[in-house]
Structures are given as C-alpha cells and as structure tokens.
C-alpha cells in the first residue's frame, strides 16, 4: 500500500455545509474537488441526494459525481480504485486534491486500505431476500449476530443493506465481514493518513442541524424532489433493494 499524495478531507454530516466549505476553500487554493459519497455517483438523482448545483459544480472541477446509472451498484473498493489515480492525476497537473463527503466507509477504505471480500452474488442475495421476507430483518440481524457479532452490534436490526451484505460474505467466503474489515499494515495506513489533512465539519448544536435538515428537505420538495422520484419509478426497471434506492 503506496502513501497517499499530500490531499486535504473535509468531512461531515448531512447539512453541515461541507459544500460551501469546500467551495470557499476552492477560492483560496488551487483544488480539485473529489466527491466521497456514495449517492452522488448516481446520474438523475440530483434533488435528492443534495448534489451540487450546475453553477457550483462549474467554479471548480469535481470528480466521481454523475459515474453511476442507477441500476449499478457502487461498493467502497470501487471508490478507492477510482480516487487514488484521481489523486495522483491532480498532483501532476499542480493542484490540490480535496476529498469531500460523508460516506464515512469510503474515507475509512481510503486512508485505512481495504481487504478484498467477495463481490455481489445475485443468488445469494436473492436468498437472504427470500429469508427476510419470510423472518423479517431483526430475525437476519439476529442470524447475522450468531456468525458475526462485531458487525452486528454496529447494525441497527433494520439496516437491511448492510446486514444484507454482511450475510452475504459471510455465506460467500465463510469468514466474517468484520475479518475483512482488520487493516494489516499499520506502517502503510499511518504513511496514508500523515498525508492528509483531514477537517471534521461537527455542530456542537444538535437542534441547529436538525433545523437545518428540515429546511433542506423543505427546500427539495420546492426544487421538485416528488416529481424527480416520480421520473426514476416510472424507469420501471429501479427496485427498492438497489443501493441508489436505499
């Protein structure tokens, strides 16, 4: 695992203005923005998923937003083989890499490493669907606790995308996700994180983010979020259980 380029991480949770930070931070130094999200790689899902707008998208380049058609997954091992020669490409052409985003999983794969696991098995997802169908999801979160329980006890018993995958490696390989998840090479994850400055956007107010995210999901309904939802059922070929739907 090669060190990472010298790169600046503006992390946060939803509403807590990391785009107009990013932007101001783009005023100041010569950066190219990286997106660390795991909704904004997907095409047609603009309102929804709070992207940018055309006008802030143009005053700075962004990457990794609009690489995804809705119907195709997008896993964090993607993320990393798709940002680190992004990384590099910035360096060479004299800028800053800034990677912005809350998906907390991707900044982890990046500056961490990730361990390979096996990929998407449509049969045996289809057969832990069929499961939880029949059982219900806390009854997977409670199966998911008998083979793995470091990944369980992070898992609400309703967070069925994530207790989905993790049955489904563990069907797949036998091992554990959270034995996936054990970084090896101290050394080299140090070298990756020394390379970066990372800044956390963390309200000490809680209700003033929460008022927040009530006003920007007022503001959606107001830019046309029912009719853009509308537009991705009428597809016909989106269902509920896609990671874009999720």
């Not at 991480?9 to 130094?29: D, E, M, N, V």
């Not at 998911?144 to 995958?165: C, G, N």
């Not at 006003?215 to 107001?222: G, P, T, V």
Request: a negative charge; aromatic letters at 6%.
């Amino acid at each position: 695992m090669s060190a990472l380029p010298r790169c600046i991480a503006l992390a946060g949770p939803t509403a807590a203005g990391k785009t107009a930070a990013a932007l101001a931070i783009a005023q100041r130094w010569d950066v190219e923005i990286i997106s660390v999200d795991s909704a904004l790689v997907y095409r047609g899902m603009d309102i929804g998923t709070a992207k940018p707008s055309a006008a802030e998208l143009a005053q700075v380049p962004h990457h990794l937003i609009n690489i995804r058609d809705p119907l195709q997954a997008y896993s964090a091992a993607e993320f990393v083989r798709d940002a680190e020669p992004l990384l590099a490409d910035i360096h060479a052409r004299g800028r800053l890499p800034l990677l912005v985003g809350g998906t907390m999983l991707y900044f982890k794969a990046l500056f961490d490493g990730i361990d390979p696991m096996p990929g998407a098995d449509p049969a045996i997802r289809a057969a832990i669907e069929a499961d939880a169908t029949e059982h219900g999801w806390p009854a997977m979160h409670a199966q998911l606790a008998r083979v793995d329980p470091v990944s369980a006890a992070r898992l609400q018993p309703m967070d069925t995308q994530r207790i989905q995958r993790a049955l489904e490696v563990y069907r797949a390989s036998g091992q554990p996700l959270s034995s996936f998840h054990v970084t090896k090479n101290v050394a080299a994850r140090a070298d990756r994180i020394s390379a970066t400055t990372l800044i956390s956007l963390e309200p000490d107010d809680r209700a003033w983010l929460h008022e927040r995210i009530a006003l920007r999901f007022d503001q959606m309904l107001a830019a046309g979020f029912l009719d853009e939802v509308v537009t991705l059922r009428a597809r016909g070929d989106l269902y509920p259980d896609l990671p874009s739907m999720r």
